[in-house]
């Protein structure tokens, strides 16, 4: 059994300051961890994936992501935000195998840009 | 362009009654979900499907049907038996045996009055 942990539901930052959105995640096996972004009445885009090599993730709209293992974390930065980024974000983890039906995804933050 | 469709965006039924959801792929996947999304709850998986004419229950089948008689269509059905359909269902795809990606569709937003 795997579960995920969004430390913040909701997280406020002023346009073009720094954010981290906190994930922390619990799994008795190795697994891939993921982080998708949900505008409003929309589906889930995907913003990076880690699966296995460099623990920090670059993905899309200049997000990234670091792998810490000890720590049982996968938080997500960026270091400039856009009133663009307005939306909320889930992190998910899945077993390496098992197929895309064993995601579990977190209960989401949502992060609010103030201009 | 290759996606996910939903339809309707929006739906509005009363209670008691059956109502039907629509997803279509044309991304020739094999695999395809369905999910229930609830404000502070993130997604739940209601069922899937990995091949025609196979389906899965998932964490909460409870009220809900499907069918996957094509590779690209797989309807949820949000039977009177569901206690609280009030809810975003969100329809994805993915290649099967895949457990890394997944594409989603824009969603349906169910609300029973």
């Known amino acids: 059994a795997q579960s995920v942990t969004q430390l913040d539901s909701q997280v406020p930052v002023f346009e073009e300051a720094p954010v981290e959105l906190r994930c922390n995640y619990s799994s008795s096996v190795s697994v891939y961890l993921f982080w998708y972004v949900q505008y409003p009445n929309q589906g889930l885009q995907l913003l990076l994936k880690y699966l296995s090599g460099s623990t920090l993730v670059k993905g899309i709209n200049g997000f990234e992501a670091e792998f810490n293992k000890s720590q049982t974390s996968f938080h997500l930065r960026k270091p400039s935000v856009h009133i663009s980024d307005t939306a909320e974000y889930f992190c998910a983890v899945s077993p390496l195998s098992g197929g895309y039906q064993k995601v579990t995804f977190g209960t989401g933050t949502k992060l609010q840009v103030i201009p | 362009d290759g996606g996910i469709t939903q339809s309707p965006k929006y739906l509005f039924r009363k209670e008691g009654q059956n109502v039907t959801l629509s997803c279509e792929q044309n991304?020739?996947?094999?695999?395809m979900y369905w999910y229930r999304q609830d404000p502070g709850q993130g997604l739940r998986l209601i069922y899937y499907s990995q091949i025609v004419n196979d389906f899965q229950k998932g964490d909460i089948a409870e009220g809900y049907s499907v069918s996957r008689e094509k590779k690209e269509s797989f309807p949820l059905t949000v039977t009177s038996a569901q206690k609280n359909p009030t809810a975003f269902y969100l329809c994805?795809?993915?290649?099967?045996?895949?457990?890394?990606?997944?594409?989603f569709g824009q969603g349906t937003r169910l609300t029973v009055v």
């Open positions: 994805a795809s993915s290649i099967a045996g895949t457990d890394t990606e997944a594409f």
């Open positions: 991304l020739n996947h094999d695999a």
